[in-house]
Nanobody, 117 residues
Framework: QLQASGGGLVQPGGSLRLSCAAS????????MGWYRQAPGKQRALVAT???????NYRDAVKGRFTISRDNAKNTVYLQMNSLKPEDTADYYC?????????????WGQGTLVTVSS
């Protein structure tokens, strides 16, 4: 089960930090990531981080967003700086790993980020 938090309303140029914690009888977590879906658009990758902390970002957020993870807490973060109106979207976390039932590929509930003056 994933629990995401941290969305909200922010002015252009502002910052927000999203968090997503995985719970349950988890043996290991592989890739963790954030995706977003703007109104009328398909869900799109924002950033991912592997178990070895290798990261990947969509071009539009490079240099502004930072993804990180805390393996002890089974949590992935997305620090978003210099936010722009076009960053407005529902943000979803995704976690892939292995738990007591086997391999899993789970999505958190969306957390809304609104960038507006």
């Amino acid at each position: 089960q994933l629990q995401a938090s941290g969305g909200g309303l922010v002015q252009p140029g502002g910052s927000l930090r999203l968090s997503c914690a995985a719970s349950g009888l988890i043996f290991s977590i592989d890739a963790m990531g954030w995706y977003r879906q703007a109104p009328g658009k398909q869900r799109a990758l924002v950033a991912t981080i592997t178990s070895g902390s290798n990261t990947n970002y969509r071009d539009a957020v490079k240099g502004r967003f930072t993804i990180s993870r805390d393996n002890a807490k089974n949590t992935v973060y997305l620090q978003m700086n210099s936010l722009k109106p076009e960053d407005t979207a529902d943000y979803y976390c995704n976690v892939r790993g292995t738990d007591v039932r086997g391999a899993f590929d789970s999505w958190g509930q969306g957390t809304l980020v609104t960038v507006s003056s």
